[in-house]
């Protein structure tokens, strides 16, 4: 498998390089207040690439975070249960033992 997901990164970074050769003519962007900026076309699209997985990143943090806290209460439910089980087995297994005795010390007379 780990050759496989390689190789695909491979192929994946061959065809992105030879994108980039295809597109290096300059674009202008037009910002805000008349502000200007000349770049190339490929590290713009890599800069709106990256700036979207960032994004992409930060949208699923907080379902990651959640999905957490709860499969950690589950384990902890799944733990105590499981100690409850082997609890009323161990009981199970376990043959009666009889009533004890507590041996009561003499009374003396005064």
């Given amino acids: 498998m780990k050759i496989i997901s390689r190789l695909i990164a491979a192929v994946l970074f061959i065809l992105f390089f030879f994108f980039a050769l295809k597109n290096t003519q300059e674009i202008t962007l037009h910002f805000f207040l008349g502000y200007e900026r000349t770049d190339p076309l490929v590290l713009v699209l890599l800069v709106c690439f990256v700036g979207g997985a960032i994004?992409?990143?930060?949208?699923?943090?907080?379902?990651?975070?959640?999905?957490r806290r709860e499969?950690?209460?589950?384990?902890?439910?799944?733990?105590?249960?499981?100690?409850?089980?082997?609890?009323?087995?161990?009981?199970?297994?376990?043959?009666?033992?009889p009533d004890s005795v507590v041996p009561v010390p003499p009374q003396h007379l005064i």
């Fill in 55 to 67: 994004l992409g990143v930060l949208a699923m943090t907080p379902i990651v975070f959640r999905h």
């Fill in 71 to 97: 499969a950690s209460k589950h384990k902890k439910a799944v733990s105590t249960l499981q100690k409850e089980r082997e609890a009323q087995q161990l009981a199970q297994i376990q043959q009666p033992q």
